[in-house]
């Protein structure tokens, strides 16, 4: 099974929800790069991360356990301090702390405590292009502001399907911070 980030819907709007995400761990990695290939060049040292590329060398499981990381998704890029940087992301399993997750083998791979956060999302379907993404972030910015509140940082882009899932029916969102 696949353990998906938990938040509580505390409003809609048009274009938008309004949710508030608890406090949770991420496994993150920067990334240099076009929005597509930043992904994928992301995506595999978390991969590997949550298969077992750790020092305890736990590995993914359907289902939970003491010795296991169950897979999580979404996995969430956000855009870094310059052009074509990146931050991408896992969130880790409800359960874990900073203690008892096991200590990346990559440099790459660090560990984040994210703390609580209110943040405005729109889900869509579709292919995972920088434009698709970019047309729901516009959008999303401009109903925000237009509901009266005020965004608070990046915007990030999460993918919730793997790439072996036609197209048209992945579930993708744009998540945006939202001031409280």
Known sequence: MTEQQPYRVVGRHPGFELRRYPAHLVAEVRAEGAFEQAALDAFRPLGAY?????RSRQTIAWGTGPETIAMTIPFVQE????????????????GFTPDTLPVPADPRVHIRVVPEQLAAAVRFAGRWTAGAFDRR?????????AAGLRPTGAVRYARFDPPRKLWFLRRNEVVLPIAE
């Open 79 to 94: 855009e870094g301090d310059r052009p074509d940087h990146w931050l991408a992301w896992l969130v880790m399993p409800v």
């Open 137 to 145: 972030a516009i959008a999303l910015g401009r109903a925000v502001t």
């Open 50 to 54: 949550v298969g077992g590329a750790n």
